[in-house]
């Protein structure tokens, strides 16, 4: 029996996201894949996600190319099925009507995506439940989510900045790979009614991106109509100069002017470098200027002899019961802001403006900023306060290990109550912190130098920090983040502080 196409629309990735943009597609028209095999990566304003494939079958149509912006809703990718005797089950609106000739009705949204993810499961079940819903069957876990997508956020704690995606050589095709290409049709010209991709490399079609130039039209003259790199520098110049001459040509916005166009490989001469503000660094970016204009920031400064903490920390690393676990300075004061908050529980708040309610969290979720490439990430620990120093240097380990592995996902990414950033790692002493959204306080942690300090009447060689405190000045007030950094700073000076705190 012939086969069924069923059309995949991007669904709703949840929290409000309205579009998203295909990184790469794992797939191409003509492949024969499996349920919830991962299809393509796409990015959205808080994580790159990993797409699984909703039907067992072969691909029609891709829809959209890489580097495409794409609505919630729009067509993404056909699947040619089998036919009725086994296809998947339909009692609900599945991608697409194709079969019957009924409209097609559109996906259905991934709202609450980050709370399902929150709850658990293992991946396993989770895309099962994801490739059900998308074919209407049942959610087995109740409601409208579906928890199957595993999110990748290219984050990394301040310690280290990690991309999003594993760089590839620069090389524009590796003999294996020609060898493939030169086997298959020629592709040149390209065929695009189809949906196919253009046949070339990813640092190529990655160059062809940043400067503007649709492969679709780009003939190859690599192995078999592979498309290089030189082939899309040529498509990039015949573009400029017919942009001279009257040409049909694309947007300025899409195709940068030559002074601004530097060629991975190329001594770097231009004078100024455009690049589009999108994804993850929009959202951040609207993020902070809403944080910075809706709360009133203050900022307090608290310079400390660390050299007793120090210590502690190398007491600990020889600790049996520590083998294996890293203790840093980051860990020693994630603690601290954690006993801390149970004598503050003000700086642990949120303002709600829409319901006219002050929010005091009776847990921690402790959020660490990440600089990645893509941008600034704060995933977070939950329920901090619950944790021992061991069990806290654990979390701190495995948010560090899910963000170099690019998992950190949006139950990492959502519900933090409270933020340490730890800029001492770039060598710096002190700044001023601009609140995470939804949180009345951030702690930066400075760079710990060795220098001379007044110490027991005299002046000695000690390890001294200082700590950044940025607070919403709605929800505390002057004394209690002064209280609130004093007692994070007692306990650095001195951690046989802590039991006279709890």
Request: hydrophobic share 45%; charged share 20%.
């Amino acid at each position: 029996m012939a086969g069924v196409i069923k059309e995949f629309r991007l669904p709703d990735l949840g929290e409000g996201l309205t579009e998203s943009e295909i990184v790469n597609w794992h797939v191409a028209v003509g492949d024969t894949v499996e349920l919830n095999q991962i299809i393509a990566d796409v990015e959205t304003a808080k994580a790159v996600v990993e797409l699984p494939s909703p039907y067992a079958g072969v691909i029609a149509e891709l829809h959209e190319q890489p580097g495409t912006v794409v609505e919630v809703g729009a067509p993404l990718v056909s699947f040619e099925v089998a036919g009725p005797a086994g296809a998947p089950p339909s009692t609900g609106s599945a991608a697409s009507g194709g079969d019957t000739g009924a409209p097609a009705k559109r996906e259905p949204n991934l709202v609450g995506y980050g709370a399902a993810v929150e709850k658990g499961g293992r991946p396993e079940r989770r895309a099962r439940r994801f490739a059900s819903q998308l074919s209407g069957g049942a959610n087995p876990a109740g409601g409208s989510a579906l928890p199957g997508l595993a999110e990748r956020a290219g984050s990394a704690p301040m310690i280290e900045a990690v991309p999003a995606v594993p760089a590839r050589p620069a090389v524009e095709a590796a003999p294996a790979l020609a060898a493939l290409e030169s086997a298959g049709p020629p592709a040149t010209p390209v065929r695009t009614i189809s949906g196919e991709r253009p046949r070339s490399t990813p640092p190529v079609r990655k160059l062809a991106r940043d400067l503007g130039i649709g492969l679709e039209g780009v003939p190859g003259t690599g192995p078999g109509g592979l498309i290089t790199r030189d082939d899309v520098l040529a498509a990039a110049q015949q573009t400029s100069a017919s942009d001279g001459a009257g040409g049909s040509v694309a947007p300025a916005s899409v195709i940068p002017s030559p002074a601004t166009i530097t060629p991975a490989g190329a001594q770097d001469t231009a004078r100024e470098t455009r690049t589009p503000i999108k994804g993850m660094r929009k959202h951040t970016a609207a993020a902070m200027v809403a944080s910075a204009f809706t709360a009133p920031h203050v900022t307090e400064f608290l310079t400390i002899d660390v050299t007793p903490t120090m210590e502690l920390i190398g007491r600990v690393k020889e600790s049996r019961a520590f083998a294996g676990v890293r203790i840093t300075p980051l860990t020693i004061v994630a603690k601290a802001l954690c006993i801390a908050l149970q004598r503050n529980p003000t700086l642990n708040s949120r303002w709600d403006e829409a319901a006219g309610d002050i929010v005091q969290f009776n847990y921690v979720n402790l959020g660490i900023a990440a600089a990645t490439p893509r941008g600034l990430l704060v995933p977070n620990i939950k329920d901090a306060q619950e944790l021992s120093l061991l069990e806290l240097a654990g979390a701190l380990t495995g948010l560090t290990e899910r963000a170099r592995a690019g998992k950190t996902g949006p139950a990492d990414l959502s519900g933090g109550t409270i933020s340490i950033t730890n800029i001492g790692v770039f060598g710096i002493d002190a700044g001023t912190p601009i609140l995470n959204p939804g949180e009345a306080a951030i702690l930066a942690m400075g760079a710990v130098r060795r220098m001379p300090w007044e110490y027991q009447g005299q002046i000695a060689l000690r390890s001294v920090m200082t700590l950044s405190l940025s607070f919403d000045h709605r929800l505390v007030d002057g004394e209690q983040g002064s209280r609130f950094l004093a007692d994070i700073g007692a306990i650095l000076a001195d951690p046989g502080m802590v039991l006279t705190m709890v």
